[in-house]
């Protein structure tokens, strides 16, 4: 159970007129199941290596020529590799204030986080400028790449690592560093008179703002969070070879329609948004966010919750067009989703956001990270073709240790060692528990605190016991969400089962709790068939596999003998599942009867008249395997949608 006293504030700490439904928990703790192995692995090899990949890759050499301490020229051509530093400097902070780490680990990470904030100390100029690739090769230059440069970007990123620590360990050193880059900014920034009228091409300093206001109560940042907001639409940064729509540019979020343009940019700008929203009450930046949120989800969001149809521009597509061994999905979009569709769970308490959420962790999320925490994909495909030849860049579909652009892999380790206060939020009376993973889980409730002791197998086993380990003298509701997916859960308390209906995707039980009570909540988790709009054309006459919150695919090493191209589904055959503890560790799989088709009709010329029916061949059984584990046995094809025969 975790520590009496304990507080452990998370990537948000809300202030107390914040624009919110429910608010996070005061103390979390993931103790068992898939996402306590995840996290160990994280925790014991992610970050740990994340130092080494640093230095390896030349970021921190980078940060050295800036001190003055080393020699030679910029490493790489990309101007935002302090942004992963900083990221993994979050990701250290996090993991510091796991109660699980290692006393000799948390000493090497306190050196090397005490060794990075010196570094960063020493870059920093007198007023408070702070960017290698701009000291090193453009001495003296001050926000006039705005497109391209990533200063603002950069500094959102140590604005977040920075105030991550402090919440973890109460540091100040680092927290001082990013103030003086936050001061800048909001001297720099404006349309009065001699300032610099313009906007980031990657947002991401309009959240990190909005956080440093909640932590120091300083007026000027959230202000400047929300003039960024307000001026981003307006033409600023140009057209450039992609468009206005590559960086949101092209109008003011109050007034668009869909999502557009970079996919990580467009959900961290909203993910800003929901901030500045939550702080200033301004309506109008709600309405928009609920409004691109439900676009984005009715016809730009793949199966797996990942987002962005296009390689070449990392952006989303036209409406339903979502390809499937040409989808990007890349990581970071997952986990920007994940960002928004948790601020909009807190605004509203709608369960569409935490179902949304859920779905994009377990599967366009998880995928990204390989089952030994070694080895990172960038872009996370539906389809590998069984004869795929790998190129060799970041969007290939092959798990590799590092990027030349490696902004992936420190934001997976800073996800993963936050994870725990992305499970249970709370209101003045209501105590929210929406997603389910094993751990121990307190809010604030009147003058008391509640805490929760959850255990489960979930996703594999559909139970998940919430017993009352403390709580205050007083009638509450316990909310207990209910998946799209959860048709026939039962819920009992203290064995006597609910007969009232969930509501809105949530079960909600009211009731002077007292501890020692127990819920017992049953969700079904028998695999089912999964169909696409019709309008999704790389998907038409084809259906998935999925279990509960997992969507599951087919690997062509679980085949042999078989092209997956010579596949078919019979969608009304049984499904079985089995559960299986080998190269994929622990998981359940799902089998499904199936058939071949021959590869042509005969002739020398693929194209054929229509025949009226799919052409098979003998029966096979299909296996499939959740997605989040494929590309870890080796390269070879893999689909998600199969057709049906």
Known sequence: MIETGRRSAGPIRLTGSSAVALRPATRARVTGGLWASRREINRDVCVPQGWDRLHEAGNYANLELAAGRGEGAYTGELPFLDSDVYKWLEAVAWTLDDPDLEASSAEKLLRRLAESTELLAVVQQPDGYLDSHFQVRFPGERFVQLPWGHELYCAGHLIQAAVALHRSTGDEALLGIARRVADLVVVAFGTEPGRVDGVCGHPEIETALVELYRETGEQAYLDRARYFVDRRGHGLLGSDRFGRHYWQDHEPVREATAVVGHAVRQLYLLAGVADVYVETGDQTLLDACARLWDEMV??????????????????????????????????????????????????????????????????????????????????????????????????????????????????????????????LLSSDDTVTLHQYMSGDYAAELGEGEVVLEVLTDYPWDGAVQVGVAATPDEVWTLALRVPAWGSGAELSVNGEPVLDPSVDGWWRVTRAWEAGDVAQLRLPLEPRLTAADPRVDAARGSLALERGPLVYCLEGVDHDGHRLDDLLLDADGPLSESVEDGELGRIVRVEVAGATRPRTHGSWWPYAPATGGALTGGPVTLSAVPYFTWGNRGSGGMRVWVPTA
């Open 298 to 423: 009715a016809t730009q969001t793949y199966l797996t919750g990942g987002v962005g149809a296009h390689h070449r521009d990392e952006a989303f597509g036209d409406p339903y067009e979502l390809p499937n061994e040409r989808s990007y999905c890349e990581t970071c979009a997952a986990i920007a989703s994940i960002h928004l569709s948790w601020r909009m769970l807190m605004i509203t308490g709608e369960a569409k956001y935490a179902d949304l959420l859920e779905r994009t962790l377990y599967n366009g999320f998880l995928a990204g990270l390989s089952l030994d925490g070694q080895r990172y994909i960038y872009a996370n495909p539906l389809q590998v073709r069984d004869d795929h030849v790998a190129s060799g860049d970041d969007g290939d579909y092959l798990r590799v240790p590092w990027f030349r652009c490696a902004c992936c892999p420190p934001n997976v380790m800073r996800l993963l060692a936050s994870l725990e206060h992305y499970v």
